[in-house]
Structures are given as C-alpha cells and as structure tokens.
C-alpha cells in the first residue's frame, strides 16, 4: 500500500501532522507513506524516521499532479482541504480521506464568539481522516528531529547554559504577541535566567527586553537559526510563548510550557498543548475575543485588553514551581 499526506502549510499545522505519518507508518509497517508539503516548510520533515519519501509542491500546479500520478498512489490523505488539493484528487483520481475543516462552524464561533466547534484537538481531528485504515492514535507527542547536535556553550552565554527559561516572543501577526512591557514585566518574576527566541522580525523587541532587565534575559532573536531555536527549547527547564510555529515544535520535547494566546483562542483551532504533561493556556474571556482565527495586524478596537489583562502571577507561578 501507498500512502500520500498533504499538508502544504503551515509550520503549526504541518507540525501536527507528524503523528499522522508516525502512527500510518508504525500501525501499516508495510505501508509506504509520503507527504508533499511547500519547500519552505520541508524541514519538519526532515529526519523523520516515519517518511518514506517527502514530495514538495512545485510553482505549477500541474507539475506536481503529474509527480503524484507517477507515484501511483492507492490513498490520497488530504490534511489541507484547499482548492490545490481538490484539484489534485479530482485530476488524479486516486482514492481519498479529506480533513474536515468544520468551516461554516469556525466562522460563526467567531462571528458570533461563541465556541460552537467541539473541544476536538487537530491531531485528532486529523487523525479521523485514517480511521477507515484501522489507524489510531498512539497517544505519543508529535515529532521533531533537530538537525544537528549543537552544544549550549555555542549557542548561549556561559551565565545561561546551566538553567534558563525559554521565552518565545515572536508570532506572524501583532495580536498575538504580547505588548513589550508586559513581557518585561513576567521576566522580571521568573526565577533564574530566561533566553528569549524569534526571528529578525521580533529582534528589536528582544533588545528593548534584555536592555530592561540586564544579564538576567539574553536575546537570542535573529541569531540562532531554526533549528538551533529547536533545540534551545529541548533544553530549556520550561517555555513560554504565544500562538506560533516554535511554541508548538517546543510540544515534541515535553517541556512545562506555557501557551499565551491574544486575539485568537486554541479551542477554535484545536491546537492546545499536545500530548505534554504539564501545560499551562494563559488567556482572558472578553466580548470581543476571539477577533480572529488567525491573528490581525492590529487591535480592532485598540485597547488589546486580551494581551494587556491577562495576569501575570499564574504564568509565573506555573514557570517558577
């Protein structure tokens, strides 16, 4: 039997997908499983000892159509459930299993900010598609294989290489990162070192944090890569951070972790912290909450009460104990 996952995006969606692949490939052994994902998110699938083979979506569409045809697949298990995908079965023709977005209900929990869409993590919601196979869930973590093995004395200063806490302060839109102060303000109550990680986007406000609290935060934003962001957070004593792609690879390594959520709430998307032993989800009820599913480049009614009022002593409890 040949198998074809797809998932084309995101880094937190794609990431959700690894115990699909795991759990077809350990459950089927004689199975062949693949996945095709874009090219910039192929990382999460390297090293993965569960792949047989990683397909990556090419600029024309038909290009990739006629790669799977050559594959020849027996199931097509669509995790997407785009317009891309329903082309490829439709010119493909191959047997498929489609992810049920639940869409109509998503739009009017938000619209209506009511939670109408089942308590449901997306792992499982997956999952569901691979039933007819007599697949089920393994109850084991998702997966993430670092690249490399990096050592902390290459990475971070000697006064934080023992013991740190590991502060994911970057995300793609502003409501759902957390105002600089706010965060100035947790670090200043958490016990020990703290290492803040992000991208170049978010670097700035990294060096705004660490100049406000000394040698207690070092910035790693925009100096480590991907991958040895990863394993920073593999080796951190817990993490916090918000809804994004680092904080939900941070699941794989079961940490205490503490998920920060803003404008957008997990439940809606069904990505709580999976399969990790000691969670925290941080976040305040409000009217105007959620205002998005998937964040806003800004409040739309200024105040951004949903980052500004969570409160602070049950994070920092949660990270200190």
Request: proline letters at 6%; charged letters at 20%; hydrophobic letters at 40%.
């Amino acid at each position: 039997m040949k198998i074809l996952v797809i998932r084309f995006s995101s880094m937190g969606d794609i990431i959700y997908t690894t115990p699909v692949v795991r759990c077809l490939k350990k459950q089927l052994p004689c199975a062949e499983v693949h996945f095709i994902t874009k090219p910039a998110f192929k990382y999460i699938y390297d090293n993965n000892p569960y792949l047989d083979k990683l397909l990556l979506l090419k600029p024309k569409l038909s290009d990739t159509i006629a790669d799977i045809k050559a594959e020849g697949y027996d199931h097509i298990i669509d995790l997407h459930n785009n317009l891309r995908t329903t082309i490829i079965k439709l010119r493909t023709r191959i047997p498929s299993s489609t992810y049920n977005k639940q869409t109509i209900l998503k739009w009017l929990s938000l619209k209506l900010r009511k939670n109408l869409v089942p308590p449901v993590h997306l792992v499982d919601r997956y999952l569901q598609t691979v039933k007819f196979l007599g697949v089920a869930n393994d109850g084991a973590p998702i997966d993430y294989y670092i690249k490399k093995e990096y050592q902390l004395a290459d990475l971070l200063p000697a006064t934080h290489q023992n013991s740190y806490t590991a502060f994911v302060i970057g995300a793609t839109h502003f409501t759902k990162r957390m105002p600089n102060q706010k965060i100035i303000s947790i670090c200043k109550d958490i016990t020990g070192q703290v290492v803040l990680l992000g991208g170049d986007d978010v670097k700035a406000n990294g060096d705004e944090i660490a100049l406000s609290l000394g040698e207690k935060v070092y910035n790693a934003c925009g100096k480590t890569t991907l991958d040895e962001s990863v394993f920073l957070v593999s080796q951190a004593k817990s993490i916090a951070g918000f809804d994004t792609g680092l904080t939900h690879i941070a699941e794989a390594f079961d940490r205490p972790i503490v998920s920060i959520w803003g404008g957008t709430v997990p439940d809606l998307l069904g990505v709580q912290p999976y399969m990790v032993k000691q969670s925290l989800v941080a976040g305040i009820d409000l009217d105007c909450r959620p205002c998005s599913k998937f964040g806003l480049e800004k409040c739309p009614l200024g105040h951004f009460k949903c980052m500004w009022d969570i409160p602070e002593k049950p994070i920092t409890d949660f990270i200190n104990s």
